[in-house]
């Protein structure tokens, strides 16, 4: 079965940082590709970082400079940075696991970005 369980979200002011984790339990994490969303309730979900398989993992555009992701093999967890935060970077925060197409989700962590 494919665990994935996400952490490290909370409140934080503007211009603060945290990671987020993702720790998986599938048998062989390197064969799925890794990535995360973002969504405000009411809102379409919005990739934050498109999978890989590697830690070559993709950060969208408008996200690059500020969000970084890697991954550890040994520890089976994926991280996402997030720094120089702003308010609208508010949203939960899923990661997901994804091979062939077959998606699987965590139950999402809350980032909360407020003075």
């Known amino acids: 079965q494919v665990q994935l369980v996400e952490s490290g979200g909370g409140l934080v002011q503007p211009g603060g940082s945290l990671r987020l984790s993702c720790v998986a339990s599938p048998r062989d994490f390197s064969i799925y590709a890794m990535g995360w969303y973002r969504q405000v309730p009411g809102k379409q979900r919005e990739l934050v970082a498109a ?10 555009e408008s996200l690059k400079g500020r969000f970084t992701i ?20 508010t949203a939960v925060y899923y990661c997901y696991a994804d091979r062939r ?3 699987y989700w965590g139950q999402g962590t809350q980032v909360t970005v407020s003075s």
Do not use: C
């Open 51 to 60: 999978g890989t398989r590697n830690s070559d993992t993709a950060i969208v």
């Open 70 to 89: 890697s991954r550890d093999h040994v520890k089976n967890t994926v991280y996402l940075q997030m720094n120089s935060l702003v308010p609208e970077d």
């Open 101 to 103: 197409g077959t998606i």
